[in-house]
């Protein structure tokens, strides 16, 4: 197997993390850095001693660049994709893979979209692993309810770091698009198909900084007829592991603290990541490791049902909490 020259485009809060899940993967390495910030580029260049561009689509005329890693602000997750598909090169994508249903739309429609890795790194955390693998095995029956809940915290400090954050026309959304999205995926990747949502948002904290969400609440409903609850907020003054109950026939089981109760069992625990918040949790090393060694991984397809459930919220709040109905 070819080993892979990688780029990592966007070497901000998360570019670091993929450089260091890099460092454990034997079938890539990291070849090139691409950031208009100078001192990021730096950074990046005296670790890891790569090459170092400034510019993207100068970037994208690079041979030796087979893969792509794009870790910039959301806005510019469409455009870069689509650029560097079109330029041949294959790519990993961080969340949230597309900030509007008009984008996903495209991206679902452009040539080599299979070839997109979409950094979906906690459904690989062994609890979640572990939850999965109950539910499929049914050895608990099926399930009758299921609730979700984030509390984070991000203040003044955290906004003022990047001009992107906190603006619905470069954000596209606050808590939920941004730090809450994992959370939510849990229920498509385990549960089942969203198919409809009732959704309200708030800014309770952050008023006069920035216009988009801190807070949001909402009704889903799934393809099997279940109804689940989900709660996310930036508000909370810790930052505290997501938290996720599935009830069933036989029993509730608890994802908290990263550690996964059954009856007061413990089925699993997470590993904590080398690089980044403890209550992120693990899974970027294991994600990468995955997609260069065995060629699996979460395409755009695989995060599709996330998204649109993310883009009705927004949608439903708008309209006063109405029911959004996904397709």
Request: glycine share 8%.
């Amino acid at each position: 197997m070819k080993m892979k020259n990688v780029c990592i485009v966007g070497y901000g809060a998360i570019g670091p993390v993929h450089a260091s899940a890099l460092e454990d993967v034997s079938q890539a390495e990291l070849y090139a850095v691409c950031d208009i910030n100078p001192e990021r580029r730096k950074a990046c260049q005296e670790k890891y001693t790569v090459k170092a561009y400034d510019d993207f689509d100068r970037m994208l005329q690079d041979r030796e660049i087979h893969n792509v890693h794009i870790c910039t602000p959301h806005y510019l997750h469409y455009e870069m994709v689509r650029k560097a598909l079109e330029a041949g090169k294959d790519v990993v994508v961080e969340k949230p893979v597309t900030m509007t249903r008009q984008e996903l739309d495209a991206l679902l429609q452009l040539d080599g979209t299979e070839r997109v890795c979409v950094v979906l790194q906690n459904r690989l955390n062994p609890c979640i692993e572990k939850l999965k693998s109950m539910i499929q095995g049914g050895e608990l029956g099926s399930i009758k309810a299921v609730k979700a809940v984030l509390t984070w915290h991000r203040d003044r400090t955290y906004y003022a770091q990047d001009g992107w954050r906190g603006h619905f026309a470069t954000e596209g959304g606050g808590v939920l698009i941004n730090q809450a999205v994992h959370t939510l995926d849990y229920f498509s990747y385990l549960i089942g198909k969203v198919t409809a949502v009732r959704a309200v948002m708030s800014n309770f904290s952050l008023e006069d900084v920035i216009e988009v969400e801190d807070t949001c609440t909402a009704y889903v409903g799934f393809e099997n007829g279940l109804k689940g609850i989900f709660y996310a907020t930036n508000s909370y003054s810790e930052n505290s592991a997501p938290f996720l109950e599935v009830v069933f026939e036989k029993g509730i089981v608890r994802y908290m603290d990263n550690q996964l109760w059954h009856q007061g069992q413990m089925l699993a625990e997470d590993e904590p990541p080398a690089l980044g918040k403890a209550y992120w949790g693990s899974g970027h090393a294991r994600l990468l490791k995955r997609y260069y060694e065995e060629q699996k991984f979460f395409c755009p397809k695989d995060a599709a049902n996330t998204m649109k459930a993310v883009f009705a919220m927004y949608e439903s709040a708008k309209k006063g909490g109405m029911e959004i109905e996904i397709k």
